[in-house]
Nanobody
Framework: QVQLVESGGGLVQAGGSLRLSCAAS????????IGWFRQAPGREREGVSC????????FYVDSVKGRFTISKDNANNTVYLQMNSLKPEDTAVYYC???????????????????????WGKGTLITVSS
């Protein structure tokens, strides 16, 4: 059974940090690129960041560049999203998702409504207070 399980969410003050984890099972993790997405109340889902399964290449949307860092632990089938200097506008449910190629994953990050990912987690809530 394919599973992507996010953890690490919670309440944090503006300027604080959190690290999200995405634990994968039930599929060949080494063959999939992983992306992080988020959805704030009343807003469409947006892409945040992704990492390639092939060469570790990463991509970030402009709003998180320099503040968030994505990383991958192949030994433990886990992807992390280190989030620093958090802002109230980062408040959202954060999801991880997997797709079989990095180009497709990056396309989904740039245009979540126009490109599909294969597997999704159920999300973890981040609330950043001002």
């Amino acid at each position: 059974q394919v599973q992507l399980v996010e953890s690490g969410g919670g309440l944090v003050q503006a300027g604080g940090s959190l690290r999200l984890s995405c634990a994968a099972s039930g599929f060949l993790f080494d063959y999939y690129s992983i992306g992080w997405f988020r959805q704030a109340p009343g807003r469409e889902r947006e892409g945040v960041s992704c990492i390639s399964n092939v060469n570790g290449r990463t991509f970030y949307v402009d709003s998180v560049k320099g503040r968030f860092t994505i990383s991958k632990d192949n030994a433990n089938n886990t992807v992390y999203l280190q989030m620093n200097s958090l802002k109230p506008e980062d408040t959202a449910v954060y999801y991880c998702a997997a797709a079989g190629n990095f180009v497709g994953t990056m396309s989904a990050i740039k245009d979540p409504q126009g490109h599909a990912m294969e597997y999704w987690g159920k999300g973890t809530l981040i609330t950043v207070s001002s």
